[in-house]
């Protein structure tokens, strides 16, 4: 816990986000309150704000409003389509089962995609949570209008952490056709491991069958491979239980007293946004602790639901195993390998950049290309965390997995010290650097498969190679050098771990 949330957090970005997430929240309940609608409406506004809030990532502000703005063209139907069938199971499982298929396929399209797909699967969740009827339905859209019209509001004009940020760097996701491309294979894993937990949901509870479903789909955001679903849903779990104790501690006695359970939702509100970039598990815990008080306030929560929502939650988590195992299953290896492959060449473009800075051209940008190498470092860290899991038997595969980590990370801030030596106006050409800015070159391409391995191995036997090393450095381009052959020991270093397949699941 501790490491959690002292974990680093530049220009403290995270905690902007999460304290402008628990104003917009505030608001938009806030409004749905004034406006004199009912309890479910106004839960239904504050789920509505949370999700926009959370879900919508464009890099641009104006990407942003835009994918914003388009939330009511997916939510809206949902909404209706979810209300209308309330009374039909067989109909309402086949159209939820039909959003659920659209809205991973979705993702292709980027960020908007991704949050207009899950925005269309939430409202059809909340309907289910909120037992909404066709007659609830002018209550529920005039509260999500509210909430989309308050958090919009903070977002984009009150609090607009992104103007004085730089765009988030997104890596491109490796590409595919036909059933091979991850959003089409995701589409069909996604919709056959719902269509489990629909099945199997309604066994354990006719009116609670949903969280089952949610589970199921969550699990599969972000995830690309069956070990990062397997891990996935194994934090799911740990967090879901982690939310239960505290939930029977806390939300159980309150029952719903509106002063103290609103200061509580607006602590696992900011948990929620403070923690998710960091560890899903944590941000389960805060959602589930969320889940409960907002039961508290229905009037429904007692000990036995909580227990249900465990094995809600359990029935959802086999469903993904079961769909990433047998609907057109991807190897852990063959995603990590294309991760890992992005990472190193993202280290080759910020030498190239520094390179051209160095030389003197002003457009030349190796910040933006260290910053692009953290954001896949992200990626890479997130394929390989089955291997590097404790309860990973393969000791071998194990080491090894942590040993690119090690050396990827030794990368990234010997890229780092590069593009802020680069940044030096001071700093001058020196020929040295174009020749190790090609050892680096030949470092990449050996590790891609791109020349063979004699390459590098000859670099490093060049006479004046480590030149530097162990040597305080007096000007700008002995330190670029010095941050060059870090570059280089690292990335000959790596074709060790890398040589053969990290694991076979």
Not at 174 to 181: D, I, K, N, V, Y
Request: charged share 15%.
């Amino acid at each position: 816990m501790k490491k959690m949330f002292t974990a680093p957090d530049p220009g403290l970005l995270r905690l902007r986000i999460s304290l402008r997430a628990v104003l917009g929240i505030g608001l938009a309940v806030t409004l749905s309150e004034l406006a004199g609608l009912p309890l479910p409406a106004s839960i239904a506004g504050g789920l509505t704000a949370l999700l926009a809030l959370f879900t919508v990532g464009d890099p641009t502000v104006r990407g942003q409003a835009v994918t914003t703005a388009l939330l009511p063209v997916v939510g809206f139907p949902a909404l209706a389509l979810a209300s209308v069938l309330h009374t039909a199971p067989a109909l309402r499982d086949a159209a939820w089962l039909a959003v659920i298929f659209c809205g991973v396929y979705a993702r292709r399209w980027g960020p908007r995609g991704h949050a207009l797909g899950i925005f269309a699967f939430m409202t059809f969740f909340v309907t289910q949570f909120l037992h909404a009827v066709p007659d609830r339905l002018p209550q529920l859209y005039a509260a999500m209008t509210l909430a989309l019209a308050a958090s919009s509001a903070v977002r984009f004009g009150v609090w607009c952490v992104e103007r004085r940020t730089p765009a988030p760097v997104t890596p491109a996701a490796p590409a595919g056709r036909g059933l091979s491309r991850p959003t089409t294979r995701q589409a069909f894993q996604a919709t056959a491991a719902c269509a489990f937990a629909v099945a199997a949901g309604p066994v354990l509870s006719h009116e609670r069958w949903y969280w089952a479903v949610g589970t199921a789909w969550w699990i599969f955001v972000n995830t690309s491979s069956r070990g990062e679903t397997l891990v996935r849903g194994w934090r799911r779990v740990v967090g879901t239980v982690a939310g239960i104790a505290v939930g029977l501690l806390v939300a159980v006695p309150l029952d719903g007293a509106p002063a103290p359970t609103a200061a509580i939702v607006a602590v696992c509100v900011w948990g929620i946004f403070y923690t998710a970039p960091l560890s899903y598990s944590w941000m389960m815990f805060f959602v589930t602790v969320l889940a409960g008080l907002l039961y508290g306030l229905l009037g429904v929560l007692d000990p036995a639901l909580l227990g249900l929502r465990l094995t809600e939650t359990a029935v959802g988590a086999l469903g993904a195993v079961l769909a990433v195992a047998l609907v057109l299953p991807v190897t852990t290896h063959a995603v990590t390998d294309r991760w890992v492959g992005q990472a190193v060449r993202a280290v080759h473009g910020c030498t190239a950049a520094a390179a051209r800075r160095l030389a003197g051209d002003p457009e030349a940008d190796p910040a933006a290309r260290a910053a692009e190498l953290e954001v896949l470092l992200g990626r890479v860290r997130f394929s390989l965390a089955p291997l590097v899991h404790p309860l990973n038997p393969v000791r071998a595969r194990k080491e090894r997995a942590r040993q690119v980590l090690a050396l990827l990370d030794e990368c990234a801030r010997e890229a780092r010290g590069l593009a802020a030596v680069a940044a030096d106006p001071d700093a001058s050409h020196d020929v040295r650097l174009t020749a190790a800015c090609g050892r680096v070159e030949a470092a990449v391409e050996v590790l891609v498969g791109a020349v063979p391995e004699r390459a590098v191995t000859a670099a490093a036997d060049v006479p004046g190679h480590h030149a530097g090393t162990g040597q305080v450095p007096h000007s700008a381009a002995e330190q670029a050098l010095a941050h060059l052959h870090g570059l280089e020991r690292a990335l000959a270093a790596l074709a060790t771990p890398l040589r053969g397949p990290l694991t076979g699941t």
